[in-house]
DNA sequence: CCTCTTAGTTATGATTCGATAACTAAATAG
DNA sequence: CTATTTAGTTATCGAATCATAACTAAGAGG
């Protein structure tokens, strides 16, 4: 196999994936938020304590409007700030105990369809795809 | 490794091959057409031809604002619909010569930048990342 | 026929989001 | 001590998007 053909089934992979995940995460999304602010959660959860900057770089916004949405979740108490003592223009930015809450929520929806997809899949084919993941992850996707 | 623990990798792989395939199509999109207006041709390119519904049922759009965008792709000649012969309520939707064009243009910017990725992979490498792709896409994505 | 359902359209008002400019406050470098 | 850089905020405007209601037009069932 070439490497353009490589691509191709990354492209068709890519598909897939959207799809399904899609299908995962439908409706997982409380509705008092916005999809970007979810997506926002999304990343402060799984990378917490993040800063202003560090949001704004992964979600690819620009600062203020970064700012704005972090300000929304704040007024919904669903994040809080915390200034570093050290260098005091920087914060840290964690999920609220509701914020936590609502999150953990919607990962628990999001699970419970990942887990009935996999639950009749024998042993051998559960191995395969954390085998197949962690090598996507470490060798195409690692930084 | 238990199921839980295999969901939890996922949840970082997606945010890995997000981040990853946001860097790859990142500014691949033309100007002339908006982000959503690109996820709607980006699906017509992979899944032609489609109808409304499809591109609804995808997009988790309503029909109304399914209908406007489709419209405004038309309006800019990068979509053709086609009316079905036996149902002329049902209308099959694909790229147009332009929209083809346009969509090649992006696919092109997105695979040199995924081939500048693996450029320097040992064969072995590609070999496994090719393996990988396939466990997922035949295991875990399949309809 | 008459009714119901399906497929899609048009119109509209409310939000959200993105881009830009102008700003504060704190750290750092010369 | 001044100049510059870094981190983040506020304000504003236009464009994009969403939600809803009301609609047309065609097919399907009885």
Redesign the interface.
């Known amino acids: 196999?070439d490497?353009?053909s490589?691509?191709h089934?990354?492209?068709?992979?890519?598909?897939?994936?959207h799809?399904?995940?899609?299908e995962f995460t439908?409706d997982a999304k409380a509705d008092v938020i916005s999809q970007i602010q979810y997506k926002i959660l999304?990343?402060i959860a799984?990378s917490q304590p993040v800063t202003p900057s560090d949001v704004n770089d992964?979600m690819?916004m620009s600062m203020p409007n970064t700012s704005r949405e972090l300000k929304k979740l704040s007024e919904k108490s669903l994040i809080e700030k915390i200034h570093d003592k050290d260098d005091r223009r920087k914060q840290y930015i964690r999920l609220s105990k509701e914020g936590q809450a609502m999150m953990n929520e919607s990962?628990a929806i999001?699970?419970s369809r990942?887990?009935e997809?996999?639950q009749d899949?024998p042993k051998e084919?559960?191995d395969?795809?954390?085998?197949?993941?962690?090598?996507?992850?470490t060798?195409?996707?690692n930084e």
């Open positions: 196999m490497n353009n490589l691509f089934n990354f492209v068709v992979f890519t598909t897939s994936f799809r399904v995940t899609h439908k999304e990343y799984v992964c690819n990962f999001i699970e990942f887990l997809r996999i899949f084919d559960l395969d795809i954390e085998h197949a993941i962690h090598i996507l992850q060798k195409l996707f």
